[in-house]
T-cell receptor
Framework: KQEVTQIPAALSVPEGENLVLNCSFT??????LQWFRQDPGKGLTSLLL?????REQTSGRLNASLDKSSGRSTLYIAASQPGDSATYLC??????????????FGRGTQLTVWP | NAGVTQTPKFRVLKTGQSMTLLCAQD?????MYWYRQDPGMGLRLIHY???????AKGEVPDGYNVSRLKKQNFLLGLESAAPSQTSVYFC???????????FGPGTRLTVL
């Protein structure tokens, strides 16, 4: 069964810092990897999708990389802002022997950016 | 284009009561999923559907039933609610196994 781990569980940084969130998964037979943002009491907002054949994706101040063979992904946030405060979830789609494409989620990294 | 919508947004039930959560998507997606989110557990798959008229069990299906009579709708039913079903329920849809999944805003359910 696919297992997804996110480190750290919580992160508190001053505004302006560049930061890295880590995600690891146990089964490299994935279709894709998605990074989501979740604000308290809200739904999931998709930030970036990386297909299994890709190495990275960028959107604004966000950059996500994927190393499928080692089962790792990182989300890089440049010049962090208080508005970036949220929980960031990593999810992988797929595992060996499955064609469903269901998502396996990590437990998230709770990010606080203070002014 | 509303994306994925869920009704209701909040609900409080007493133990033993029943209810149905509705998920609707207007993106013509084949795949639809129901997840539940609990503190410290992450999101877990309850049931899923790979097309109209099809449903299957996910990771935590006990106590839930689903139906997909129309392609755009995926219903999650609780026949006899239990306190352990207190959770936030998210619906998601996707074109196929390879594409991005889109999530609804969630339903916060409390069972007393």
């Amino acid at each position: 069964k696919q297992e997804v781990t996110q480190i750290p569980a919580a992160l508190s940084v001053p505004e302006g810092e560049n930061l890295v969130l880590n995600c690891s998964f146990t089964d490299s037979a994935i279709y894709n990897l998605q990074w989501f943002r979740q604000d308290p009491g809200k739904g999931l907002t998709s930030l970036l999708l990386i297909q299994s054949s890709q190495r990275e994706q960028t959107s604004g101040r966000l950059n996500a990389s994927l190393d499928k063979s080692s089962g790792r992904s990182t989300l890089y946030i440049a010049a962090s802002q208080p508005g970036d405060s949220a929980t960031y979830l990593c999810a992988v789609s797929g595992d060996r022997g499955s064609t469903l494409g269901r998502l396996y989620f990590g437990r998230g990294t709770q990010l606080t950016v203070w002014p | 284009n509303a994306g994925v919508t869920q009704t209701p947004k909040f609900r409080v039930l007493k133990t033993g009561q029943s209810m149905t959560l509705l998920c609707a998507q207007d993106m013509n997606h084949e795949y639809m999923y129901w997840y539940r989110q609990d503190p410290g557990m992450g999101l877990r798959l309850i049931h899923y559907s790979v097309g109209e008229g099809t449903t299957a069990k996910g990771e935590v299906p006990d106590g839930y039933n689903v139906s997909r009579l129309k392609k755009q709708n995926f219903l999650l039913g609780l026949e006899s609610a239990a306190p352990s079903q207190t959770s936030v329920y998210f619906c998601a849809s996707g074109l196929n196994s390879y594409n991005e999944q889109f999530f609804g805003p969630g339903t916060r359910l409390t069972v007393l």
